[in-house]
């Protein structure tokens, strides 16, 4: 059964930094591209971050210079780190996960982030 578990959301000031985790289990993380969304109120879900499952990386125009995505194969977790935090970074980030060439993948229930003075 995949499982897909985020954490690490919470309610922070604009300028502050929050780092997310994405522990996956059910399926071989290590041959997946793993991913974050988000989506905020009103809004549709927007890719944030991807990883692929060597390692490279790529980002939203909004977020670069301000995001960190890494993985960690051997916990099957992957980490969001964000700093400068703004208040259109508020949303619901999603963890997604998908093996290239696949025409779906799994999703997990989803972490808030909350940027508010």
């Known amino acids: 059964q995949v499982k897909l578990v985020e954490s690490g959301g919470d309610l922070v000031r604009p300028g502050d930094s929050v780092r997310l985790s994405c522990v996956a289990s059910g399926f071989l993380f290590s041959i997946y591209r793993m991913s974050w969304y988000r989506q905020a109120p009103g809004k549709q879900r927007e890719l944030v971050a991807t990883i692929a499952s060597g390692g490279s990386t790529d980002y939203a125009e909004s977020v670069k210079g301000r995001c960190t995505l890494s993985r960690d194969d051997a916990k099957n977790t992957v980490y969001l780190q964000m700093i400068s935090l703004k208040p259109e970074d508020t949303g619901v980030y999603y963890c997604?996960?998908?093996?290239?060439?696949?025409?779906?993948?799994?999703w997990g229930q989803g972490t808030q982030v909350t940027v508010s003075s």
């Open positions: 997604y996960s998908q093996r290239d060439g696949d025409s779906q993948g799994y």
